[in-house]
Nanobody
Framework: VQLQASGGGLVQSGGSLRLSCAASGSILRINAMGWYRQAPGKQRELVAVFTSGTMISSDTTNYADSVKGRFTISRDFAKNTVYLQMNSLKPEDIAVYYC??????????????WGQGTLVTVSS
């Protein structure tokens, strides 16, 4: 399984960017897929994650408090792709953004995958 991320770049404060991450390979089920980020000198942190529902639960999305109301995660099931729409970007959003997914290629277990990072820079 591979995760291919794209969409980073330079934007002015208040601007928008959309990140994409496509999963490919032997995929039975994507259990969760989302984005983390790592700013210079800081630990990697969760930004947003989409978790697939089960027979007894619904799909869920979770966001870091710092991005709630500004970022939106969405998923295209047919394309095994997740998007992160980032609006009202701030300088504190500057980081390398990493796509992450928990994917099952069989009914019994899952593995954790990381995509390559994509840099988001916000100019003030």
């Amino acid at each position: 399984v591979q995760l291919q991320a794209s969409g980073g770049g330079l934007v002015q404060s208040g601007g928008s960017l959309r990140l994409s991450c496509a999963a490919s390979g032997s995929i039975l089920r994507i259990n969760a897929m989302g984005w983390y980020r790592q700013a210079p000198g800081k630990q990697r942190e969760l930004v947003a994650v989409f978790t697939s529902g089960t027979m007894i639960s619904s799909d869920t999305t979770n966001y870091a408090d710092s991005v709630k109301g500004r970022f939106t995660i969405s998923r295209d099931f047919a394309k095994n792709t997740v998007y992160l729409q980032m609006n009202s970007l701030k300088p504190e959003d500057i980081a390398v953004y990493y796509c992450n997914a928990q994917i099952s290629d069989n009914p019994w277990d899952e593995r954790n995958y990381w995509g390559q990072g994509t840099l988001v820079t916000v100019s003030s």
